[in-house]
């Protein structure tokens, strides 16, 4: 028992307390790191840290306040400079819910830059989702206590403990939000150059959102891709499939040896783009052709993901298999809308 305690102890420090740490800082070359996020219950993205001559600019902000801030201590091992310059790739809540955290670190001035779009779904999509997981984190939280009372095994019973303290410090974080939007937009690119560094931020096309911003380091040859590439399966959700492989392929003609996306480890050449947009390829015509043929959506799910797992399932993450199901329903609702 007391062993047990004394785990437990150290998990919820591990999650919550002094030396939470939430990222390993990885140098992907002089003054350009990826944070990568480490698993927790609820997810944070990666982000990059870029030093320019006089500031900083970090891509992306976690999915809260407390997470972007364990980043900012990150950063300030890294550098005296100030973060200047926030970019948010794209709405999803993984990816900006920490923003406040910078202006209130530092309030003479912070930029927060994204594509209009993305500005427009966060002000639209992203707050209401805030108030609406306000009202459905209390059902989760009972449920994770639920799970407790019926755990039986010591090291199951610690985790479960973790997610709920999790859980609750999420909520805690949601009710007091601070809701903070781009403060700068642009249509195509935005170009800071320096002395010492350029970083292009484009909008190359719809792809994982109809906003998704890249931050591209010419010089360094460095390429960060939001959710639009990363090391884990595709999210489809709010995505629009057909165009987001034309957008890889813009993307991928750009010069650049090592990529970082929102999820997953720092990736090498261009490997990767050429998966996704054969598996995206793959996906729309295999939905297309069992649409044509009159197949249900659950007729269709059912053989695309077996078609797609006996084909994919080794080259993507593990948890392949069961997140194929939800890209063919997307696929299927595009199709049916042709
Ligand atoms: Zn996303």
């Not at 194929?324 to 696929?331: L, P, Q, S």
């Amino acid at each position: 028992m007391k062993r047990y305690l004394w785990f437990a102890a150290l998990v919820l420090l591990s999650v919550r307390g002094f030396g939470a740490d939430l990222f390993d800082i990885k140098p992907m070359a002089d003054g350009v790191y990826a944070a990568l996020s480490k698993p927790v219950y609820k997810i944070n993205c990666n982000a990059a840290i870029i030093i320019l001559d006089d500031s900083v600019l970090v891509v992306d902000t976690h999915s809260k306040p407390s997470a972007a801030r364990e980043l900012i201590a990150e950063i300030k091992k890294l550098t005296d400079k100030p973060v200047r310059y926030v970019v948010n790739t794209h709405f999803h809540w993984d990816h900006y819910q920490g923003n406040q955290a910078y202006p209130s670190s530092w309030p003479a001035g912070v930029e927060i830059i994204s594509s209009e779009m993305t500005r427009f779904n966060i002000e639209k999509r992203g707050i209401p989702r805030v108030k609406h997981e306000i009202t459905t984190m209390p059902k989760e939280i009972e449920g994770l206590k639920a799970q407790l009372a019926n755990a039986t095994d010591e090291k199951q019973k610690a985790e479960i403990q973790s997610n709920l303290a999790q859980a609750e410090d999420y909520l805690s974080e949601l009710k007091t939000m601070q809701f903070t939007l781009p403060t700068m937009t642009f249509d195509r690119s935005l170009i800071i150059r320096r002395k010492t560094r350029t970083v292009q931020i484009l909008y190359l096309g719809r792809a994982h959102t109809d906003g998704d911003v890249f931050v591209y380091l010419p010089k360094e040859k460095i390429l960060i891709t939001g959710d639009s590439l990363h090391g884990w399966t595709p999210f489809m959700g709010d995505s629009y499939p057909y165009e987001w492989i034309q957008t890889l392929d813009t993307a991928e003609k750009l010069d650049f040896d090592q990529s970082l996306g929102g999820h997953g480890g720092v990736m090498r050449g261009k490997e990767k783009f050429e998966l996704w947009k054969a598996y995206f390829g793959d996906l729309m015509e295999e939905t297309a052709q069992v649409y044509a043929d009159g197949a249900t959506l659950e007729e269709a799910q059912k053989k695309v993901s077996a078609w797609l797992v006996a084909k994919y399932a080794g080259k993507f993450d593990p948890a392949f298999p069961q997140s194929v199901g939800a890209n063919v329903v997307k696929a299927y609702q595009v199709v049916a809308q042709r």
